[in-house]
């Protein structure tokens, strides 16, 4: 079955440090990544997503992640975190073949403090 | 540009009651699907939908049911609610393919006493 890791549910981190969110998928021949961020109160919105090519991607905000195969990893990290930057963050993860269902993980709350 | 759209944002509900939350895209969407959001589960699929008439289960679909009979709606019906049934739940569009961008709703927030 697919599945999708988050290890840290919370990351405490002060503003203007970097921070990374970690994120691990069961592996599988064709997989997409997605990165989705959810401000309180709000629905779900899309950061970044990874398809092919270049494993570095570039999203929203100053945020970017890394695919890497042989990990089957798709960190997410930013250089230097604002207050505004404090919501939760879920990786997911769609398979080919699949149509649009995505899986995702259990989140990661991203709390940025002074 | 409405993009997808829930109602009701909050609802509570006695247990055994059904209802109804209603949800509607205007981006010509064919995919569409529905999700629950627990604390420490993440979002898991309900029911989802790859156009007018065709319907399918997700994940964790017992005790919901779902039709689609146009492009625009997917309604998702609770038959007899139960407390293990209140949750934040989300109702997403998008362009059927597994590398496309999934567009969520702003959620209803459904307690069951």
């Known amino acids: 079955a697919q599945s999708v890791t988050q290890l840290d549910s919370q990351v405490p981190v002060f503003e203007e440090a970097p921070v990374e969110l970690r994120c691990n998928y069961s592996s599988s021949v064709s997989v997409y990544l997605f990165w989705y961020v959810q401000y309180p109160n709000q629905g779900l919105q899309l950061l970044l997503k990874?398809?092919?090519?270049?494993?570095l991607v570039k999203g929203i905000n100053g945020f970017e992640a890394e695919f890497n195969k042989s990990q089957t990893s798709f960190h997410l990290r930013k250089p230097s975190v604002h207050i505004s930057d404090t919501a939760e963050y879920f990786c997911?993860?769609?398979?080919?073949?699949?149509?649009?269902?995505?899986?995702f993980g259990t989140g990661t709350r991203l709390q940025v403090t002074l | 540009n409405a993009g997808v759209t829930q109602t009701p944002k909050f609802q509570v509900l006695k247990t055994g009651q059904s209802m109804t939350l209603q949800c509607a895209q205007d981006m010509n969407h064919e995919y569409m699907s529905w999700y629950r959001q627990d604390p420490g589960m993440g979002l898991r699929l309900i029911h989802y939908s790859v156009g007018a008439g065709i319907t399918d289960q997700g994940e964790v679909p017992n005790g919901y049911n779902v039709s689609r009979s146009t492009t625009e709606d997917f309604p998702l019906r609770l038959l007899s609610a139960a407390p293990s049934q209140t949750s934040v739940y989300f109702c997403?569009?998008?362009?059927?393919?597994?590398?496309?961008?999934?567009?969520f709703g702003q959620g209803t927030r459904l307690t069951v006493v």
């Open positions: 997403a569009s998008s362009i059927t393919g597994s590398n496309t961008e999934a567009f």
């Open positions: 997911a993860v769609s398979y080919t073949g699949t149509a649009s269902k995505l899986t």
């Open positions: 990874y398809l092919s090519g270049s494993t």
